[in-house]
């Protein structure tokens, strides 16, 4: 089955850390561009970052740029965003997503909530 | 950045309606503008890229139109699973960015 499956939401404090990692299957991972959007809760979705096929180019929104990384391992179908400095305001769902101009296949999201 | 605002913000509908949702860029984004489904506690759903191309197993009630600045969503003979929010996205330029989405209710 072609799917995303994203894990490594919760909750952390103001300032720390988290990974997520999104795990792909049923397609040529090693082929697309992947990104990440995010929705906070009642909100619209926002464009976070991208990565290209062989992870020689990444892009980010300015409001992550210097806290957030994209990353991806091809040989084991992996997308990953390690999240540093994290804010009230980083609070969303996370959607891992296939392509770069054209996202036919999302993941479920986890949920990352930064609360003292 | 481009700013994506889309019009309405929302609306009521009934079944069998005709449904049009409009989209405009800040700046020209050639055909470069993709059209999203989303129901509550979901994740959304691709339904036109390319500004009017129908992704894969999306109803052919469902349309887009335009190029440039200007583009537009048309739902024709709107179906009970339709109620949902619509999100408009372009992608001609870095950061990539959504309109702030478009409600459809039931009238």
């Known amino acids: 089955e072609v799917q995303l499956v994203e894990s490594g939401g919760g909750l952390v404090q103001p300032g720390g850390s988290l990974r997520l990692s999104c795990g792909a299957s049923g397609f040529i991972f090693r082929s697309y561009w992947m990104t990440w959007v995010r929705q906070a809760p009642g909100k619209g979705l926002e464009w976070v970052a991208n990565i290209k096929e062989d992870g020689s180019e990444e892009n980010y929104v300015d409001s992550v740029k210097g806290r957030f990384t994209i990353s991806r391992d091809n040989a084991k179908n992996s997308l990953f965003l390690q999240m540093n400095s994290l804010r009230a305001e980083d609070t969303a769902v996370y959607y891992c997503l296939r392509g770069s101009n054209y996202y036919g296949l999302w993941g479920q999201g986890t949920m990352v909530t930064v609360s003292s | ?107």
Do not use: H
């Not at chain 2, 800040?26 to 500004?51: M, V």
């Not at chain 2, 191309?53 to 052919?60: F, H, R, T």
């Open chain 2, 1 to 107: 950045d481009i700013q994506m605002t889309q019009s309405p913000s929302s609306l009521s509908a009934s079944v069998g309606d005709r449904v049009t949702i409009s989209c405009r860029a800040s700046q020209g984004i050639s055909n470069c503008l993709a059209w999203f489904q989303q129901k509550p506690g979901k994740a959304p759903k691709s339904l036109i890229y390319a500004a009017s191309s129908l992704q894969s197993g999306v109803p052919s009630r469902f349309s887009g139109s335009g190029s440039g600045t200007d583009f537009t969503l048309t739902i024709s003979n709107l179906q009970p699973e339709d109620f949902a929010t619509y999100y408009c996205q372009q992608c001609n330029s870095y950061p990539r960015t959504f309109g702030q989405g478009t409600k459809v209710e039931i009238k």
